[in-house]
């Protein structure tokens, strides 16, 4: 059965660094997501993105994210510089437009 | 907000029993989707329910939705342990993203 995945499940990064966080969704998938859930919170909306642009971005979404669909499988998730309350775990998801969405397993990001 | 707020917040059965939460919401939905997340991990896709549904079933699986009283439910039958986990709603308006509730933790003991 087709999956989400997403690389690597674990960044530890220094506050101010720039990190990438990878996904790879579901092949036929025109709908993408990033969320994140901060430790024993809820998770939490970041960004939705269909046909090569961004469609919908909470407010947590600031100039310090951005995404990109740099090939036909590849999705990413851009934090500029680093802060401390930007440790989560993230989320990536995909929909084929029925209204589903499918997570991937995460990646668990470490700011220090 | 949207957000769907489910009850209770934690539930310990007997393996064999049923197991019964609830979520209430609080702006009309295009559909209302369940998640189970074992510890640490990502977010599994249960099962979803659009706004002209009232019940659906999925193995041992049956979610329920009242739009009147903006409120769905989740009953996993015959439980096993297995099924320990936390189970999420989430609620989609007609924007594409999903509103998350602080979710129910399911303790099933053998």
């Known amino acids: 059965e087709p999956e989400v995945t997403q690389t690597p499940s674990h960044q530890v990064t220094q506050m101010g660094q720039e990190v990438i966080l990878r996904c790879v969704p579901i092949s036929n998938h025109l709908y993408f997501y990033w969320y994140r859930q901060i430790l024993g919170q809820k998770v939490e909306f970041l960004v939705s993105f269909y046909n090569n642009e961004i469609s919908e971005k909470s407010e947590i979404f600031d100039d310090q994210f951005s995404v990109e669909r740099p090939d036909g499988s590849n999705f990413t998730l851009k934090i500029r510089s680093t802060k401390l309350e930007d440790s989560a775990m993230y989320f990536c998801?995909?929909?084929?437009?029925?209204?589903?969405?499918?997570f991937g397993p995460g990646t668990r990001l470490t700011v220090t | 907000s949207q957000q769907g707020e489910e009850d209770p917040q934690a539930l310990s059965i007997q393996e064999g029993e049923n197991a019964t939460m609830n979520c209430s919401y609080k702006?009309?939905?295009?559909?209302l989707q369940w998640y189970r997340q074992n510890s640490g991990r990502g977010l599994v896709h249960l099962i979803l329910i659009r706004s002209n549904e009232r019940e659906k079933h999925s193995g041992r699986l049956r979610v329920t939705l009242d739009t009147s009283k903006k409120s769905s439910s989740l009953l996993i039958t015959a439980s096993r342990a297995a099924d320990t986990a936390s189970y999420f709603c989430?609620?989609?308006?007609?924007?594409?993203?999903?509103?998350f509730g602080a979710g129910t933790t399911v303790t099933v003991r053998a």
């Open positions: 998801a995909s929909g084929g437009g029925t209204g589903e969405q499918y």
């Open positions: 702006t009309s939905i295009n559909n």
């Open positions: 989430a609620t989609e308006a007609n924007d594409y993203k999903l509103s």
